[in-house]
T-cell receptor
Framework: RKEVEQDPGPFNVPEGATVAFNCTYSNSASQSFFWYRQDCRKEPKLLMSVYSSGNEDGRFTAQLNRASQYISLLIRDSKLSDSATYLCVVNMYTGNQFYFGTGTSLTVIP | ETGVTQSPTHLIKTRGQQVTLRCSSQSGHNTVSWYQQALGQGPQFIFQYYREEENGRGNFPPRFSGLQFPNYSSELNVNALELDDSALYLC???????????FGSGTRLTVV
């Protein structure tokens, strides 16, 4: 079983739509969680951290469910510029060892 | 504040050769990790260095090795290159445990 799993998509949604991505992780002792965004042929960039209480940054909302071992990302009012691959990242063990999911591809259509 | 810089940006090597990739971490960051990203996949953790010591390793063979220097810059060395080593190699630095990483733009290695 992979340490971090996410639906690769692709998700094709119209502008203005709401879209949600989920990601599950295997190690219940995981300490920190993030969502990264990666544009084609570019490096991943930190989108937001995921806190136990859930957190919001503009149109983006991230949530963590420790009991079920998954994190989620909700994007409201999708923009064309949101088109990218979204990677969930989990700090699996002690230390700063991050494990990435395979990424979920999102295309926002005009 | 400079970000994470990697060199070279592109590299072509022949199977069996050795390669060294370099990374300068963001100012103030003492933790560096290296990742391998194959096409269509998420980055795979190779290893991490913290204050010049290896601080964790993913599922990569010993021919993948690294170094971190006193200024926190880092090298990734790969010996006996195989065709499957062709990938984007990403370096990422972080200031503290559990903080998000800042990535460099990567080195694209092609093994022929």
């Amino acid at each position: 079983r992979k340490e971090v799993e996410q639906d690769p998509g692709p998700f094709n949604v119209p502008e203005g739509a709401t879209v949600a991505f989920n990601c599950t992780y295997s190690n219940s002792a995981s300490q920190s969680f993030f969502w990264y965004r990666q544009d084609c042929r570019k490096e991943p960039k930190l989108l937001m951290s995921v806190y136990s209480s859930g957190n919001e940054d503009g149109r983006f909302t991230a949530q963590l469910n420790r009991a079920s071992q998954y994190i989620s990302l909700l994007i409201r009012d999708s923009k064309l510029s949101d088109s990218a691959t979204y990677l969930c990242v989990v700090n699996m063990y002690t230390g700063n060892q991050f494990y990435f999911g395979t990424g979920t591809s999102l295309t926002v259509i005009p | 504040e400079t970000g994470v810089t990697q060199s070279p940006t592109h590299l072509i090597k022949t199977r069996g050769q050795q390669v060294t990739l370099r990374c300068s971490s963001q100012s103030g960051h003492n933790t560096v990790s290296w990742y391998q990203q194959a096409l269509g996949q998420g980055p795979q953790f190779i290893f991490q260095y913290y204050r010049e010591e290896e601080n964790g390793r993913g599922n990569f063979p010993p021919r993948f090795s690294g170094l971190q220097f006193p200024n926190y810059s880092s090298e990734l060395n790969v010996n006996a290159l195989e065709l499957d080593d062709s990938a984007l190699y990403l370096c990422a630095s972080s200031p503290e445990v559990n903080y998000g990483y800042t990535f460099g733009s990567g080195t694209r290695l092609t093994v022929v």
